[in-house]
């Protein structure tokens, strides 16, 4: 793998925006260090042994009519406002709408962005590159992305949809790198739905996310997860939030083989405030990690994150989630919950929250739990004359509906609720139901 990455960087250098130094050093660095293993506690659970051997390729040229096609499939409808539409990492301008952009909101390509500006500046500036060191080979490699700007004191009011669209090929495999940067002035709220989904072939997709939250601004963010089963997906999301500024992040995995999430998210300065929403789905043999971190790095910092699996099949699912209360960090507040409801007996969860403080005026919890359905609802159920199936559906999503229900957006919940009980046995007749 290695090595083909370097011949690709040899092959496409001159035709990718950017940086051309940045890029360089941010592969070499990438190379120098591998693929994270199994050997490194942050890894030990989740494997990416098979991508050593493998040869990976750049996406080629996209046929528009398919790309079209596929997009009619996979968009969430019924979601107004602005979108662009990427697809195996390349941007497709029929499917974008951009009129109607209130003053101060910009949604700009980010290879055009830096092909008018290529200083260094642009990326990296929030992602620790030595902590999530697959960021260094989006940084090298990847072909577009978007950036979203909201000016101080705007607030956009419609959501913007980020559509990524990953179209797996027979005779390659491919990698794709969507990379968003979305950057709020001070007072500015803005809404993304970062939608991540695909079809086809065995395909590698490694994703990077970096927030910018300036004083009082407010982030709403969605990274909707639904890859195809044969699709693996490693995925960074880091945030700054500065004095007075709010993110409210909704992570959601309901697609994948292999699906790796790294969320870190820094608190500087007083008054910054985070919520992490989770909800993964895993069925068949697939695999799904999510680490979260929380660093409070000033006072009067408040946190909030709620995490919960459904694990089908022989499936299995790791959490690990850290929140670090700095010294001297006083009068914070950090809540973090992660609940696993088990329908087999063949998966299995990993599960570790974790809290490291150096302060001591703190309010600060943590916990877990990983369970079957409860015995005595499932009865109440069958009383009222449900077969089992319909039970245990009704159930099933009813533990995974009190996260979509935060999402606030009516199609994307709607979307999101049509999946997961398509997952679930006696789909149509849950539907009756719901």
């Known amino acids: 793998m290695l090595e083909s990455l370097r011949q690709h960087w040899r092959d496409q250098a001159a035709a990718l925006p950017g940086n051309a130094g940045q890029r360089e050093r941010a592969l070499e660095a990438f190379l120098a260090q591998g693929l994270p293993t199994t050997a490194e506690e942050e890894w030990k659970y989740t494997s ?5 051997e493998a040869h990976l390729t750049l996406p080629g040229p996209v046929d528009l009519a398919e790309a079209m096609a596929a997009v009619a499939r996979h968009a969430v409808p019924g979601l107004e406002g602005p979108r662009l539409v990427f697809v195996n990492g390349q941007l497709i301008p029929p499917a974008c709408h951009l009129d109607g952009l209130p003053a101060g909101l910009a949604i700009e390509s980010l290879a055009q962005v830096l092909r008018e500006n290529d200083t260094a500046d642009t990326l990296d500036r929030v992602v620790d590159l030595d902590r999530y060191r697959l960021a260094r080979l989006n940084t090298a490699l990847f072909q577009d992305g978007a950036r979203v700007r909201a000016a101080r004191g705007v607030a956009g009011d419609a ?3 980020l559509l990524f669209l990953t179209l797996g090929d027979a005779e390659a495999l491919q990698l794709v790198q969507p990379r968003v940067l979305i950057e709020a002035a001070e007072a500015a709220s803005v809404t993304v739905i970062e939608h991540h989904c695909g079809e086809g072939e065995a395909a590698v997709i490694n994703a990077v996310t970096e927030i910018v939250a300036q004083p009082g601004s407010r982030v709403t963010h969605y990274r909707i997860q639904e890859q195809a089963d044969s699709h693996a997906q490693v995925a960074g999301l880091n945030a700054r939030l500065d004095r007075d500024a709010a993110l409210v992040c909704h992570n959601v995995d309901l697609g994948g083989a292999l699906v790796r999430n790294d969320v870190h998210v820094r608190l500087i300065a007083p008054g910054a405030d985070v919520e992490l929403n989770g909800l993964y789905f895993t069925r068949g043999t697939s695999h799904v990690d999510n680490h979260t971190r929380i ?3 000033a006072p009067r910092t408040t946190s909030r994150e709620d995490y919960r699996g459904v694990l089908d099949g022989r499936s299995r699912a790791v959490f690990n989630g850290k929140v670090l209360v700095a010294e001297d960090a006083q009068k914070i507040e950090a809540h973090q919950s992660n609940n696993n409801l088990l329908l087999s007996r063949e998966c299995e969860v990993d599960t570790k929250p974790e809290l490291e403080i150096y302060a001591d005026d703190v309010r600060c919890s943590h916990g877990a739990t990983v369970g079957q359905l409860d015995a005595t609802a499932l009865f109440y159920l069958r ?6 199936d319909t039970a245990r559906g009704l159930l099933t999503f009813a533990f995974a509906e009190e996260v979509i229900t935060r999402l606030g957006i009516a199609p994307l919940a709607e979307r999101l609720s ?15 139901f719901t």
């Open 418 to 432: 049509g999946t997961v009980i398509g997952h679930l046995p006696d789909s149509d007749r849950l539907r009756e």
């Open 383 to 388: 009383s009222r004359g449900l077969d089992e």
């Open 48 to 52: 990416l042994a098979h991508l050593e």
């Open 159 to 161: 959501p913007v949809y």
């Open 295 to 297: 660093d409070h790095l």
